[in-house]
Every structure is written in structure tokens, then in C-alpha cells.
């Protein structure tokens, strides 16, 4: 995923406008087990500042996740906003340059500012940074799963396993008893 800047190159305030759309199916997103299941896609604009360039937009995809309770697969929305600053990198002996731009705005930090060569900026690293923190945390394939049976592990949201929870037996058996005493 790239956006090329040339155009703006040279004007302050030029904005060039681009809509990205990339397959990443094959992407293991943070090793957890998640995959895009359509298109990667990056709606959103560059901005030349004179100083910067900044990249805003919104990503959208949809994920196959697990159920955190029963595991199977769900697919979710994610939707993710991308604020960034870019600027070229210097041609060698730029270092000056660079603490010359950090001294004239104080909004924002040096090392918030990524570099790019030539006049295209890759975007991939901050599309995939952004989407991992929009990432939901868990996921339910539906409200109210029953999740599996922790004795045989039966999908409970498909009906009843049999099974006697552990943690009910003793109450059941005291209360048996009772009963037995009382004859
Ligand atoms: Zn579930
Ligand atoms: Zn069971």
C-alpha cells in the first residue's frame, strides 16, 4: 500500500486524496490467530504541511477471529483511523535539517515523524499498526454463548452435553443426606 506525493511535492497545503484496497488474507495479524477475510482497505488523504506530510484516514477491513467462550470461527468489522507524519528522508548529512524541523514545532515529537525515500510513502507499516490496536479483544459469535462444557468439551450453544458440573455434586450429595437421615 502506497500513496505517491510527487504532485505535492512542492505546495504547501496540496492534499492529494487516495482510496487503497489490498488483499491480506494471508496476513497472521499478531500471531493471534486472526485473519482479514476482505479486502484491506485505506480511504484518506495526504496533507503537505511545508514540513510534514500528513496521512489521515480510516481503514476498514473485516477479521475471522475464534469465540472467546465456545471458539468457533466469527467474523467481525474493524474499522481503524490513521493519523500519521511523514516527511523525506534527508540526503545524506540531513541531520541538521531534521533538528531544524523539530525546533520549529513543538507539537509534535521528532520521533513521531516516520521517513520515506523517494516520492512514494509506504503505508502498510501504519495501516497494520493501527488495525492491531483497533483489534477487538474478544469476540462472542453471538451474546449469550454458552460457550463449551469444561468436562467434554460439547459446544453448549447446540444443546445440553449430560454432563453433572462438578461443583453442584457435593451440595446434592449433603442434601441427599439430609434427606436419607430424616427417613
Ligand atoms: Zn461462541
Ligand atoms: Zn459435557
Known amino acids: ?3 505517491n ?83 523525506m528522508a534527508p540526503y545524506g548529512g540531513g541531520a541538521a535539517a531534521a533538528s531544524d524541523l523539530a525546533d520549529e514545532d513543538d507539537d509534535w515529537q521528532e520521533e513521531d515523524v516516520r521517513e520515506f525515500r523517494g516520492l512514494t510513502i509506504r503505508l502498510d507499516d501504519v495501516v497494520l ?13 453471538r451474546e449469550g454463548c454458552r460457550g463449551i462444557c469444561p468436562q467434554c468439551g460439547k459446544d453448549l450453544n447446540a444443546g445440553d452435553c449430560g454432563c453433572t458440573i462438578d461443583d453442584i455434586n457435593p451440595r446434592m450429595a449433603e442434601l441427599a443426606q439430609l434427606l436419607n437421615q430424616q427417613d
Do not use: Y
Open 1 to 3: 500500500m502506497r500513496v
Open 5 to 87: 506525493i510527487g504532485e505535492i511535492k512542492d505546495i504547501k497545503g496540496g492534499e492529494i486524496q487516495f482510496r487503497l484496497a489490498e488483499d491480506w488474507s494471508e496476513l497472521d495479524l499478531d500471531g493471534r490467530s486472526v485473519h482479514c477475510v476482505s479486502p484491506v482497505v485505506f480511504t484518506g488523504r495526504v496533507i503537505a504541511t511545508g514540513e510534514v506530510f500528513l496521512v489521515r484516514g480510516t481503514v476498514v477491513t473485516d477479521i475471522e477471529t475464534t469465540c472467546a467462550r465456545c471458539l468457533s470461527p466469527v467474523r467481525v468489522s474493524v474499522k481503524a483511523d490513521v493519523d500519521e507524519r511523514f516527511r
Open 129 to 141: 499498526e493501527n488495525l492491531l490496536v483497533s483489534l477487538p479483544i474478544k469476540v462472542l459469535c
